[in-house]
Structures are given as structure tokens and as C-alpha cells.
């Protein structure tokens, strides 16, 4: 008999003591509780096994759950936070999961601290322009991640922009998608500033964009790119 988990904990310090008595820890993530961050470092730091761990919410709020979902919304936090602090995944496929620019911001938080990934695909989301420059200020200072997919996202200009300034500085990236994201003239004309600075991205995935004709032939004579995407440009 007795209880079998418990909701109610914030600390780290909760979780662990809850499964060390043969409880099951709830994370809990709702619209006026925000424990998962803490309460995950008692696996991610302490080694306690996740198997003994639940996530929950409470107390969400109808806008909550319209804007950024239910339970879907505190996996991605949860897979943020733990990304912060892994150093052994070096490939994460995020595509297609409904994430918005909240979780694309949690996600950016968590690249700026990450040393081992390699490769982020966050194709066919709903991250937006915010996100993307989120995503933009960690690029800046991540020297590791050499693939980054951020196709169909509707990121517009100023995440196009942020992407490219932040990419004047980083030598690390290999391979950026960003097709089909409602790319204007605008956005487009940072890419020969880049690609002036930049010389170590080789794949570059504009299609569905409007690069400009002065732009393109730039593109072509510019860096060191051996494979750019151009398919469907007005």
C-alpha cells in the first residue's frame, strides 16, 4: 500500500527523495508550475534512473493548451532541459512535432550550452521568426553544430537575417536548410555578407525564397558551397 507518486515536489532534492523511497517522481509542467527544469538535474545530474520518473501537468490554462499544447509541450521542455547537460547525443530529428516559437526558444537556450550535438532537424514546425533568432544567438557561440535544418518554419526576414549575421562568425556550420520559409529579398541579401566572412558552410538550402538575380550570381561565385538549393525562387 501507500502512495505510488507524488506531483507536488519543486527540488531536485523532491525527486530524489521520492524515488529513493520507492516513489515515483512527477515532473510537473502546467501554466502556473514550471518544476521540470529542477527536478530533471536528479537524472541528468545525479544518475537516477528515468524509468522512476513521470511528467505531468497542472493547472494549464486553456490558452496554454491552444498556443503550445498539452503534454507534447512539456516533452519538448523536458528534452530541452536535458539537452542542456547531455554530452553524448550528437543527432536530434525534431521535424514535424508541432513545435512553436516557445519551444524553439527552449531549444536555442539549451544550444548554447550543448557541446555535442552535431546535427538539429527542426523542419516543419511552427517556430517563426523570434525562435529563429533565438536559435541565431546560440549559433554565435556553438562551435560544434555543423547541420542545421530549420526548413518550413515560416521564419521570414528577420530570422533569415539573424541566421546569416550569426553564421558571419561561425565556421563550425556545414550545412544549413532553410527552404520554404517565406524568405524575401530582404532576408536574402545578408547571405553575400556571410558567405564573404564564412568559409565553412558548403550546403545552403534557399528554395521557395526570393533571392535576388544579383544575389544568385554572388551566391555561385561566392564561398565555398558545393551544393545550394535555389528550386522554386521568384
Known amino acids: 500500500g501507500g502512495p505510488a507518486d507524488d506531483h507536488e515536489g519543486t527540488r531536485r532534492e523532491d525527486a530524489a527523495a521520492r524515488v529513493r523511497q520507492g516513489m515515483r517522481a512527477m515532473l510537473r509542467l502546467g501554466s502556473a508550475w514550471y518544476d521540470v527544469a529542477e527536478q530533471v538535474k ?11 520518473f513521470i511528467l505531468c501537468t497542472d493547472d494549464s490554462h486553456s490558452g496554454t493548451l491552444v498556443q503550445d499544447g498539452h503534454m507534447n509541450r512539456v516533452v519538448r521542455h523536458a528534452i530541452a532541459q536535458g539537452l542542456k547537460r547531455n554530452v553524448g547525443l550528437t543527432s536530434i530529428n525534431l521535424s514535424s512535432n508541432k513545435i512553436t516559437s516557445s519551444g524553439g526558444i527552449k531549444v536555442a537556450s539549451s544550444l548554447k550550452a550543448n557541446r555535442s550535438l552535431r546535427a538539429v532537424d527542426l523542419s516543419r514546425n511552427f517556430l517563426g521568426s523570434n525562435a529563429a533568432s533565438s536559435i541565431a544567438a546560440a549559433v554565435r557561440r556553438n562551435d560544434v553544430l555543423e547541420s542545421l535544418n530549420l526548413g518550413h518554419n515560416r521564419i521570414g526576414n528577420g530570422g533569415a537575417s539573424a541566421l546569416f ?7 563550425s556550420m556545414r ?4 527552404g520554404h520559409n517565406k524568405i524575401g529579398v530582404v532576408g536574402s541579401a545578408g547571405i553575400t555578407n556571410m558567405l564573404n566572412s564564412n568559409h565553412g558552410l558548403r550546403v545552403l538550402d534557399l528554395s521557395d525564397a526570393k533571392v535576388s538575380d544579383k544575389d544568385v550570381v554572388r551566391l555561385v561565385r561566392l564561398g565555398n558551397l558545393t551544393v545550394l538549393n535555389l528550386k522554386h525562387n521568384r
Open 175 to 178: 550545412a544549413l536548410w532553410l
Open 165 to 171: 549575421s550569426a553564421l558571419e562568425t561561425n565556421d
Open 42 to 52: 536528479a537524472i541528468t545530474e545525479d544518475g537516477l534512473d528515468p524509468r522512476n
